[in-house]
């Protein structure tokens, strides 16, 4: 069974906060991705990463960075945390299978800025 | 406009009872459709995947149903039960899509209740 881990369930910061977000998957994957999920607007892409130290813009990628130094984890960075950010965050890692890639979520990380 | 719309964007049932939950899409042309469930504060897990050219994949009390030509998706659930009360996410993928092309809607949140 695919494993994507993330570092933590819930987590609330101050704004201005500098906020690591870590996620782990164990099948070797070459994609990774951050999402976030927000009511009424589905998931959005933040970030992707096709290889280690690799990484594509997602849809909403402003206030966000990333980094990947090792295939199996990935890190999603808050420079300056705001209000706005309060979110769930999602990871995901993905392999092609078949004919399409098969996606895999983490548990997803509750993220309150205050 | 979301190129992938679902509804209803809620629904209660009673235990035990049937349900349809609904999803259009304007994604063309796609390689392949799933539908994901997520309970409450947890990732999505993969219930089905459908490619173009099929019209119908169960999972045990699930059944998916693809109408390629009207552009449109439905979820079946049969015999409800508590633990069927979740979000429930419509997925498209185009053709030839790189592994960061995913369509989401905005998912159908059910509550069945005893």
């Known amino acids: 069974d695919v494993k994507v881990t993330q570092s933590s369930r819930y987590l609330v910061k101050r704004t201005g906060e500098k906020v690591f977000l870590e996620c782990v998957q164990d099948m070797d994957h070459e994609n990774m991705f951050w999402y976030r999920q927000d009511p009424g607007l589905g998931l959005r892409l933040i970030y992707f990463?096709?290889?280690?130290?690799?990484?594509e813009k997602g849809d909403i990628p402003e206030g966000y960075s990333v980094s990947r130094e090792k295939k199996e984890r990935f890190s999603l960075i808050l420079e300056s945390a705001s209000t706005n950010q309060t979110s769930m965050y999602l990871c995901?890692?993905?392999?092609?299978?078949?004919?399409?890639?098969?996606?895999?979520f983490g548990p997803g990380t509750r993220l309150t800025v205050t | 406009k979301n190129q992938v719309e679902q509804s209803p964007q809620s629904l209660i049932i009673l235990e035990g009872k049937n349900c349809t939950l609904q999803?259009?899409?304007?994604?063309?042309?796609?390689?392949?459709l799933r539908w994901y469930k997520q309970d409450t504060g947890r990732g999505p897990v993969s219930l089905t995947i459908?490619?173009?050219?099929?019209n119908t994949k169960s999972n045990g009390r699930y059944t998916a149903t693809l109408d390629a030509d009207t552009k449109q998706s439905s979820l079946h659930i049969t015999a409800s039960q508590l633990s069927d009360s979740a979000s429930y996410i419509c997925v498209v993928i185009p053709q030839r899509a790189g592994a960061n092309n995913l369509f989401f809607g905005t998912g159908t949140r059910l509550t069945v209740i005893p």
């Open positions: 990463s096709y290889d280690v130290k690799m990484k």
């Open positions: 999803c259009n899409y304007t994604v063309s042309p796609f390689s392949n």
């Open positions: 459908m490619t173009f050219s099929e």
């Open positions: 995901a890692s993905s392999a092609y299978k078949g004919l399409t890639y098969e996606q895999y």
